[in-house]
């Protein structure tokens, strides 16, 4: 046996013998044990049962280091059920069909309060198979910010770098303009509620810093989660940030031009598209531009019976 055979098996037994070192969802492992080879059967299925014991306890997640990561997944990898060769229909569900039930199905967050019900759905989403089982969007989840009672409900596209390291949407430059917008508005991020379309920072091959938009499936995958937010905060309008944002949300491809400048509605609430903040710190974003963004935040103002001095009518206009 190799040496790196023996640090693999003596990595194996460790993992088995210290379960406390595992952190990896435990619903995800808490399932029929697979069929390895003789010994690790066994053994696999004592380290089920414990994980099935700590769910049982409300118990979601456990400490992992990389190398136990890998003997796991190594255990999934190499029993992963095969597709019948003989029967097309014997094929496991495309994940198209897992996001398309995802919708369809409305999430049933608990708690009482609105901050526990929000709680709710935030565990909810670091697991949410839908989205996962798409193999195109990151592992870190980011959920949602802000103030449960809030009577404007932004919505952005996906979490980018930033945000992804965070862990909190609208972080990174854009988000400083954001809470430019906010502070000009007389509003700040704590009296407002900030999410994303899409939960997950969608992935591209030798990723770095550089950030893509989500598909229309990565999006729908996530719907779910944006469309039980809303449900619970019950604001008296929503933002959508961007032509990603108001695609999710109106289910509709025209552009921010197109749409700004009138109500939509999503779920029966007034909704409104303007460009998303990103848009504004390119170097061509000239002051009309700059107006429109701001005449949309107006109109929000007017509709919530927000106080508007002559001051912040005038933002953005020529200069006399």
């Known amino acids: 046996m190799s040496d790196a055979s023996r640090h693999r098996k003596y990595k194996e037994q460790q993992l088995l013998e210290s379960f406390p ?7 995800r492992l808490a399932r029929d044990p697979p069929a390895s080879s003789t010994g690790s059967v066994a053994q696999t299925a004592v380290l089920i049962d414990y994980l099935r014991q700590l769910e049982r306890q409300g118990v979601t997640h456990v400490p992992v280091d990389e190398e136990a990561r890998a003997i796991l ?7 992963a059920p095969q597709p019948s060769r003989s029967s097309p229909t014997a094929t496991a569900p495309q994940p198209a069909a897992a996001v398309a039930a995802a919708v369809a199905a409305p999430l049933t967050p608990t708690g009482t309060t ?6 709710s759905l935030r565990a909810q989403a670091e697991t949410w198979e ?26 952005g596209e996906a979490p980018g770098y930033e ?7 609208f972080v990174g430059k854009a988000g400083e303009k954001f809470n430019a917008i906010l502070v000009a508005m007389g509003l700040s991020r704590e009296e407002v509620y900030i999410s994303n379309i899409c939960k997950f920072r969608p992935s591209l091959k030798n990723q770095t810093t550089n950030n893509r938009k989500p598909t229309r499936e990565e999006m729908h995958a996530c719907l779910p989660f ?4 809303i449900g619970i905060i019950k604001p008296k309008c929503i933002v959508a940030l961007g032509a990603t944002a108001a695609e999710g949300l109106l289910d509709s491809t025209e552009t921010v031009g197109h749409m700004r400048g009138s109500w939509h509605e999503f779920e029966g609430i007034p909704l409104r598209v303007t460009y998303h903040p990103s848009y504004l710190l390119h170097s061509d974003a000239a002051l009309p531009e700059k107006r429109k963004v701001w005449d949309d935040m107006l109109c ?8 508007i001095s002559e001051k912040q009518r005038g933002y953005f206009l020529p200069k006399r």
């Open 21 to 27: 070192l595992l952190k990896i969802p435990s619903r």
């Open 73 to 79: 997944r190594g255990y999934f990898k190499a029993n």
């Open 114 to 119: 609105r901050t526990e019900q929000l709680a």
């Open 130 to 155: 839908p989205a996962r089982s798409l193999g195109t969007l990151r592992d870190t989840m980011v959920f949602a910010v802000g103030n449960p009672e809030a009577p404007i409900v932004f919505v």
């Open 163 to 169: 945000e992804e390291l965070r862990r909190e949407p």
């Open 226 to 229: 944006v469309r039980a937010e």
């Open 300 to 307: 929000l103002m007017e509709f919530l019976d927000m106080p």
